[in-house]
């Protein structure tokens, strides 16, 4: 008379798949996701505290200080003695997500602000 049939081992070869997947995950869709947010965040609370027609005099130090990347260009003189407007541009992102607020100034007050995103 025979017994029950012994159980086969359960095979553990599937944990270490489904680990990498969930690390895929994570990795390539929330982290992301989450840099894509904070860097969203960032820029606009910072383009949100500038008003037009405020001095600009501190906005490249409170950028750096807010852990943006700055590109600043002053105003040029054009051939009929105009200026253009200078520019200050922060930004925060990584390669093809990056949130911009770009600042127009004339005579050391802002005269524009606009915040874009670039992907």
Sequence with gaps: MEGP??????????????????????????????????????????CEEITIGQQIEGLLKRAEEAGLEVTHRPPLAT???????????AWDGWMYARWFCDIKYQDDKVVSKEVFFLD
Excluded: D, H, Y
């Design 79 to 89: 051939t009929e003695g105009q200026r253009t407007p200078g520019r200050l541009t």
């Design 5 to 46: 049939a012994p159980k086969k081992p359960r095979s553990r070869a599937w944990r270490p798949a489904v680990f990498i997947v969930v690390i895929l995950i994570v990795c390539g869709i929330l982290l992301p996701s989450a840099l894509m947010l904070w860097a969203k965040n960032r820029v606009e609370r910072f």
